[in-house]
């Protein structure tokens, strides 16, 4: 998908920015169409996004259908009696219907911070200024790819095969009426992944640089070269690296700056994501014991294709939380592998000039200090999957030995 803080420009773009371009404006398109993206782009001027009131006049609409569709489906349930909580699929499209609509409400509320975020981030300018390999591109798009459209086809294959066993008479299309919330739910969520990916791949990209740039300074102070090189020469240089290194110094100030910005975007969504694929993932671990519990202590039918559709999408759950764990992870290494270059740097016999830009960079790194803690409640990296599978497995042992102890009451 891509960095959604853009800011679109005349200037030609070159082969590595031409996929990013093409699929930010898919994106945009798909995020306006469903009614979560109330600006509209303009040449006029500088080029921005600017709110747009017609924009929000038809995500409002898109919104009163959504709601007044499917939340008046779950009142029915409850009307009814059929609001069956134990069955997976039910409660995963309970969460995302729920989730969904609080999503609807605050991208209405907060589409004129976004569009102005938007218009600050030099994207596809810092993409044609940085060497970052075709292949690394296609790599982590054909990774977003597979989270935004490969997760989605899944679910519906799933949704397909349970409705054809359950109602063989339906027609298949109904099954997009329960996949649309769950995508709706999981769309922002599907947006801030993909910046991180491109945010990793940019600051890839500086570290490659700084290496670069540590390698030269290294071998200039080295004995065997100091005798081959000029004093006016060695000025000129360090010169030179030096403001390649005021502008790596910005290009990270960027990646941390408008990074941050953009998850205090995405927080809430995030936040509602990972509670519904938690409790996602509990229930699907908790069913799975019920049917082998049922058919082992009640004598009953092991159901071995109700076992196989809570299992794909208990395994989605995990994905989901795994592929934003790892790209969080991921893009927090890479950054601090900036810091440790720069510590790399041998500024015993460096300009002064070039030292100054060391002492700025440095400084700079340790006082942005870059985490993701959506809302501050937590640190998103490595050890937040843990904490996921603790938590799943505390809840559902409490819910085994609460089973347990009715069956042998």
């Known amino acids: 998908m891509g960095f959604l803080g853009i800011r679109l420009s005349r200037q030609p773009i070159h082969g590595k920015g031409k996929l990013v371009h093409a699929l930010l404006i898919i994106l945009i398109i798909m995020l306006t169409c469903f009614g979560l993206f109330a600006n509209r782009f303009t040449l006029r001027g500088r080029q921005r996004f600017v709110f747009s009131k017609k924009i929000l006049a038809y995500a409002m609409m898109v919104t009163a259908i959504f709601t007044s569709i499917y939340v008046r489906q779950i009142y029915k349930d409850y009307m009814n009696s059929d609001l069956n909580l134990r069955d997976a699929v039910k409660l995963y499209s309970y969460m995302n219907i729920t989730v969904a609509t609080i999503n609807f409400f605050t991208q209405m509320i ?34 977003a790819l597979i989270k935004v459209l490969g997760f989605p086809l899944v679910l519906e294959i799933a949704l397909v095969m349970q409705q054809r066993r359950n109602e063989p008479d339906a027609h298949w299309t109904w099954t997009l009426y329960k996949l649309f919330p769950m995508i709706i739910s999981n769309f922002l969520n ?22 670069m740039v540590v390698d030269q300074v290294n071998s200039m102070q080295m004995p065997i070269n100091r005798e081959h090189y000029s004093k006016y020469y060695c000025i000129q240089r360090y010169c030179t690296l030096a403001d390649e290194l005021d502008d790596l110094a910005i290009k990270y100030k960027i990646i ?29 671990v908790f069913n799975q014991y019920y049917g082998i519990a049922e058919s082992v202590i009640g004598g009953k039918q092991f159901d071995g294709f109700g076992a196989l559709i809570n299992l794909v999408f208990l395994t989605i759950s995990i994905l989901e939380i795994a592929l934003l764990t790892y790209v969080s992870n991921d893009i927090l290494l890479v950054i601090r592998t900036t810091g440790s270059s720069l510590q790399e740097i041998n500024l015993q016999n460096a300009d002064w000039r070039f030292r100054q830009s060391v002492h700025a960079f440095a400084l700079q790194i340790n006082t942005i200090k870059y985490k993701i803690k959506p809302m501050g409640l937590f640190e998103m990296d490595i050890s937040l999957m843990t904490s996921v599978l603790s938590a799943v497995a505390s809840f559902t042992l409490i819910l085994v030995q609460s089973d347990l102890s009715q069956r042998f009451k």
């Open 190 to 211: 599907n947006c801030y992944f993909g910046a991180m990916i491109i945010a990793k791949n940019i600051a890839e990209a500086v570290n490659d640089r700084l290496k």
């Open 110 to 143: 907060m589409s004129k911070t976004a569009g102005e975020m938007m218009s600050t981030v030099p994207l596809f300018q810092t993409l044609n200024e940085l060497h970052i390999e075709s292949g690394a591109i296609r790599k982590s798009v054909m990774l």
């Open 256 to 284: 941390c700056v408008k990074s941050t910005e953009y998850m205090a975007l995405m927080s809430l969504s995030i936040i509602l994501s990972l509670i519904c694929h938690l409790l996602g993932i509990t229930v699907g």
